[in-house]
């Protein structure tokens, strides 16, 4: 079967499984892609409705609807696993990267458009519920990414989307309980969004370095992984990121760089990853050049990335 007719029949597919899980959406292929990528399915956790959704769509959208429908009992709390995608609602655009929280008002129009392939996990809340907690606020924004309702949001929403984990979870007065909590969180967040505050903004020296570290374990796959990238999620100032770091003898691209080279190492060691090959490990970790690549290994390892493999595997 010709690849186009292939990934149009998987978009179909792929279509259809969202409309099941998500509700009434539009979605359009992406003209960037030769071959479709998706998947999508639900999950319900002690009543609680989880999506877990992969693709690489060039659109999907939500159109007004008319407020009494099933479609508008919620708002989506997303967690963005991987890739970026764009966010529009309300003349408002958002942008998430990996690690990023959002919540979107399902009863008013918005558009998903994701840049390549991405993958998330949505938190179904009533949007009765979050209306009464955010009171006047509008029901869509970003959260502040490095706030502790942020970070708390991250581990409750990965530790429901476990299948694993979530199969002795209690009933369904527990989910209710967990609703509660994540709109209090998700409106924590928001709250701190708003007032132009990261979340520490009173913090020393030394907290600021272990977040700005801990910034950088979160964002090893991200490509736009930067001395200003830290800086601008810190609200701090790029020469004040260079003196923390340059305090302790170290330099920030030098950090970043070898917090990636670890993590490419350790997964040349993993057993069950030796169907990966040495570029897609790299490039998974957020390097973009496999010649440089290779220079930065065998400077950090005296090894080739392939004798490294081959040796210590």
Same mark, same amino acid.
């Given at each position: ?176 309980? =967990? +609703?509660?909590?994540?709109?209090? $969180?998700? !409106?924590?967040? #928001? ?5 132009? *505050?990261?979340? @520490? ?59 990636? =080279? +670890?993590?490419?190492?350790?997964? $040349?060691? !993993?057993?069950? #990853? ?5 570029? *897609?490990?790299? @490039? ?30």
């Amino acid at each position: 079967m010709p690849a186009l007719l292939r990934s149009s029949d998987e978009f179909a597919n792929w279509n259809r499984d969202l409309r099941a899980v998500c509700g009434n959406f539009s979605t359009a292929m992406s003209d960037q892609h030769s071959l479709f990528i998706g998947s999508v399915h639900g999950q319900d956790v002690c009543g609680l409705e989880i999506a877990h959704i992969r693709t690489n769509a060039g659109l999907i959208s939500r159109h007004r609807t008319c407020g009494d429908g099933d479609d508008d009992r919620y708002c989506f709390l997303i967690l963005q696993n991987a890739g970026h995608q764009r966010i529009r609602q309300q003349n408002q655009v958002i942008e998430l990267g990996p690690e990023d929280v959002a919540l979107v008002d399902s009863a008013r129009a918005f558009e998903i458009e994701p840049q390549g392939l991405v993958q998330n996990i949505s938190i179904h809340l009533s949007r009765e519920e979050v209306s009464l907690q955010l009171s006047q606020k509008q029901l869509f924004g970003k959260l502040a990414r490095n706030s502790v309702a942020t970070h708390m949001i991250r581990a409750l929403v990965r530790s429901l989307g476990d299948v694993e984990l979530s199969r002795d979870y209690g009933g369904r007065s527990d989910g209710s309980a =967990l +609703e509660q909590a994540m709109i209090g $969180l998700a !409106a924590a967040g #928001l709250d701190e969004r708003a007032d132009g *505050q990261p979340g @520490f903004a009173c913090v020393g020296q030394d907290d600021i370095y272990g977040l700005a570290t801990r910034l950088v374990e979160a964002s090893l796959q991200d490509t736009e992984l930067s001395p200003e990238y830290l800086a601008r999620r810190l609200n701090v100032s790029v020469r004040h990121l260079y003196r923390l770091f340059e305090q302790r003898h170290e330099s920030i691209s030098r950090y970043i760089q070898q917090r990636r =080279l +670890e993590r490419v190492a350790k997964d $040349l060691r !993993a057993h069950d #990853l030796r169907h990966e090959s040495i570029t *897609q490990i790299a @490039f998974k970790w957020g390097f973009v050049d496999a010649a440089h690549f290779s220079r930065a290994f065998k400077r950090r390892f005296q090894h080739a990335p392939r004798d490294f493999r081959q040796h210590f595997s």
